[in-house]
């Protein structure tokens, strides 16, 4: 098999629906030679259902990052499907309907704190969870929305971000003694289920047909599935720490 992830088992959280970024990255790193395996949540029947459509047939494994049996379960599962693994892609985010939309001043510590442990924290426990199967090195890869500005209607998903963009530099810090990367893609907006479920999130896509240097669609998760798997390949050999962004250059520009 060639591409370049040729002989590389990894694993992909946060395949839901076709247009899940997760979903794109799945089917282009089987493009690409990968050997995958997919963590589901909420239902394995939902991301089996969605996974008929990749190239190839794969396992599903339910996880919900928040369960430590799961999460502590996972390594013996992914093992004895592959043996071990070269690279994790984590790609979940999650905030209550109250942390999002506008309600910024008024979100309850409560559903400050599952945003966190969705969305950022999660990046630690489940790289911690898949480290016994990473003992030649590898690469993980996490998907964020860019944490240096406030946005409209993201609220607490900003500081949740800002928080997974933090913790991916301390895993840089800690795992490059065992060859382990960690990056993540800032990713443009994108119209999947998650994006659906931010009260407004037109307003705040409406903001790339405006300032993108180059042309963006919202409905196109496949740029932000290339980002991931080029981090996942060998192409990126001395990168760590580092946020690559995959949003049409809006970040470059001020106005
Ligand atoms: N859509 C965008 O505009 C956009 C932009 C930049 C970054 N991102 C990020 O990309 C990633 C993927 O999102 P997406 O846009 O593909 O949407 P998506 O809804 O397809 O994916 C989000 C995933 O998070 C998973 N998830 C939620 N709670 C979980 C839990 N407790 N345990 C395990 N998994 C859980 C869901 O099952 C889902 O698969 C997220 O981190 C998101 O914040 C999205």
Redesign the pocket.
């Known amino acids: 098999m060639s591409g370049i992830l040729a002989g590389k088992r990894v694993l992909i959280?946060?395949?839901?629906?076709e247009?899940?970024?997760?979903?794109h990255t799945a089917k282009l790193a089987q493009e690409q030679g990968a050997e995958i395996i997919l963590?589901?949540?909420?239902r394995p029947t939902l991301?089996e259902r969605i996974a008929k459509k990749l190239p190839k047939p794969v396992k599903v494994i339910e996880?919900?990052?928040?369960?430590d049996e799961h999460l502590a379960s996972l390594a013996d599962v992914v093992g004895e499907e592959l043996g071990g693994l070269d690279g994790v892609v984590?790609?979940?985010?999650?905030a209550p309907q109250d942390a999002l939309g506008g309600n910024f001043l008024n979100t309850p510590f409560e559903s400050v704190a599952t945003a966190m442990?969705?969305?950022a924290y999660?990046l630690k426990s489940l790289t911690m969870a898949c480290l016994p199967l990473m003992q030649e090195g590898g690469s993980v890869v996490?998907?964020?929305?860019?944490a240096q500005f406030a946005w409209p209607q993201y609220d607490w998903?900003g500081p949740a971000?800002a928080a997974?963009e933090a913790t991916s530099r301390y895993m840089a810090r800690d795992l490059g003694k065992q060859n382990i990367r960690c990056n993540l893609?800032?990713?443009?907006?994108?119209?999947?289920?998650?994006?659906?479920?931010i009260p407004g999130?037109s307003d705040?896509?409406d903001v790339w047909n405006h300032r993108s240097p180059l042309e963006w669609n919202?409905a196109d998760?496949e740029p932000?599935g290339r980002g991931v798997v080029a981090l996942l390949s060998d192409w990126f050999p001395k990168t760590t720490g580092e946020i690559i962004h995959v949003?049409g250059g809006l970040h470059a520009v001020g106005a």
């Open positions: 959280t946060g395949v839901l629906m247009s899940s970024i997760a979903f963590t589901a949540f909420p991301t996880l919900d990052v928040t369960n984590h790609s979940i985010g999650f442990h969705v969305s999660s996490g998907l964020t929305f860019d998903m971000k997974l893609i800032s990713a443009g907006p994108i119209g999947s289920m998650a994006a659906k479920s999130f705040l896509a919202l998760p932000a949003d």
